[in-house]
């Protein structure tokens, strides 16, 4: 079935950088654009990242940009997002969603905890 | 990329139908007839239930509608149901590809 695999979350001191990563399977990966979406403790969705998919464009959230990358290799379906100079209010779960038809976030993962904390 | 603006909260008996508003601006909401939304149950990963302002998914309940005017849209839950209670998100394309999703609205099926 259609399954989204987050990892690499975990506990990270301000100013940090950690590597999350979403394995996909059931679905052709190479065909799809693949979104990063971060929710923070008892507060709402946030789109983080967005990637084509071939790589070929990529797009980050003003909160992010300059300090946060997404990257993907189709040839081990796998959605990376690199994360550095990292902010408490980055504190947050993060999600990876397949980007749907009609610019929507159809699969979703998980999530990943991601704590940033002195 | 502001926030679009939810209710934070909204409340129906079974059976009953309630609606959840989801303002944006004409960059985004009024711009494109890309508002989607999601449930999300506590502990759990959103659920696409509306995409492109009012078409239902596959698997998805018809007691679920979407509609959209100006900067606007909707989500209207008919039938009230127990399982229903969750918190609801509503999502824009802002063009540039870049996205915007609404603060949230929590749903309590009295």
């Known amino acids: 079935q259609v399954q989204l695999v987050e990892s690499g979350g975990g506990v990270v001191q301000p100013g940090g950088s950690l590597r999350l990563s979403c394995a996909a399977s059931g679905f052709t990966f190479s065909s799809y654009g693949m979104h990063w979406v971060r929710q923070a403790p008892g507060k709402g969705l946030e789109w983080v990242a967005f990637i084509r998919y071939d790589g070929s464009n990529k797009k980050c959230a003003d909160s992010v940009k300059g300090r946060f990358t997404i990257s993907r290799d189709n040839s081990k379906n796998t959605l990376d997002l690199q994360m550095n100079s990292l902010r408490a209010e980055d504190t947050a779960v993060y999600y990876c969603?397949?980007?749907?038809?009609?610019?929507?976030?159809?699969?979703w993962g998980q999530g990943t905890m991601v704590t940033v904390s002195s | 990329q502001s926030a679009l603006t939810q209710p934070a909260s909204v409340s129906g008996s079974p059976g009953q139908s309630i609606t959840i508003s989801c303002t944006g601006t004409s960059s985004d909401v009024g711009s494109y007839n890309l508002v989607s939304w999601y449930q999300q149950h506590p502990g759990k990963a959103p659920k696409l239930m509306i995409c492109?302002?009012?078409k239902r998914p596959s698997g998805v309940s018809n007691r679920f509608s979407g509609s959209k005017s100006g900067n606007t849209a909707s989500l209207t839950i008919s039938g009230l149901q127990a399982e229903d209670e969750a918190d609801y998100y509503c999502?824009?394309?802002?063009?540039?590809?870049?996205?915007?999703f609404g603060g949230g609205t929590k749903l309590t099926v009295l």
């Open positions: 999502c824009s394309y802002a063009g540039s590809t870049t996205w915007v």
């Open positions: 969603a397949k980007a749907g038809e009609g610019y929507v976030f159809d699969i």
């Open positions: 492109e302002v009012s």
